[in-house]
């Protein structure tokens, strides 16, 4: 079965700066989607950025990048110049096409002003 | 991105009695649906999918009997809590995804579910 790890509980990051937030998976596909989702205390589940593991390069959006390593089966984000509002859980999620999603532990990130 | 919306997004309910929570995707068709549960500080936990026109399939651990799920459309799936007790009250999430996204997953607003 695949398992999806984020070893940080927590992280915290000063306004401005940049922090990267790691996961590890585990599957014997090569074929599979990755995503990071955030949840803000509304708890709404907001998909920050996704990757297809048939692609070698790496996913950007705006201020969030990911840096994916299949052969290590790992999927780390990366949030450059981090604002106040980038504070909440965030989740990293694996999936194969047209399965369920298999979450991580979660990461909860507070930015300090 | 797609839109998933669900509702109620807070219920209260008295002890024994039932509950529905509907989750609707607004803009897409979704063969398949997902329901989540989610205790404070915690991960998600993946109750049940919803396949269109046929029975759910549950994870392990829950109970259908108690957690009824109904996808009649391809836009709506329905939770039905069942004789509710105060251990479920909870944070219930719905999620789907269509071809056209790529297969990424968005969720619903989420529901606060409350037994007294």
């Known amino acids: 079965a695949q398992t999806v790890t984020q070893s940080q509980p927590e992280m915290s990051v000063q306004e401005a700066e940049t922090v990267t937030l790691s996961c590890t998976y585990d599957t014997s596909e090569s074929d599979y989607y990755l995503f990071w989702y955030k949840q803000p205390p509304s708890r709404q589940m907001i998909l920050v950025i996704r990757?297809?593991?048939?692609?070698?390069q790496n996913a950007t959006e705006n201020r969030f990048s990911v840096n994916f390593q299949k052969a290590a089966k790992s999927f780390s984000l990366k949030i450059s110049d981090s604002q106040l509002g980038d504070a909440a859980m965030y989740f990293c999620a694996y999936r194969r096409y047209g399965n369920k999603l298999v979450f991580g532990a979660g990461t909860i990130l507070r930015v300090k002003s | 991105g797609a839109v998933v919306s669900q509702h109620p997004s807070w219920v209260i309910c008295k002890s024994g009695t039932s509950v529905k929570i509907e989750c609707r995707s607004l803009?897409?068709?979704?063969?398949?649906m997902f329901w989540y549960r989610q205790f404070p500080k915690q991960s998600l936990m993946l109750m049940a999918t919803s396949n269109e026109g046929s029975k759910a399939t549950y994870e392990q651990g829950v109970e259908k009997d108690k957690f009824l799920i109904n996808h009649a459309s391809l836009t709506l799936s329905t939770l039905t809590v069942t004789s509710a007790h105060p251990e479920d009250s909870s944070f219930y999430i719905c999620?789907?995804?269509?071809?056209?996204?790529?297969?990424?997953?968005?969720f619903g607003e989420g529901s606060w579910l409350t037994v007294v």
């Open positions: 803009d897409f068709q979704a063969t398949t």
């Open positions: 990757q297809e593991a048939y692609k070698q």
């Open positions: 999620s789907a995804g269509d071809s056209y996204s790529g297969n990424t997953i968005y």
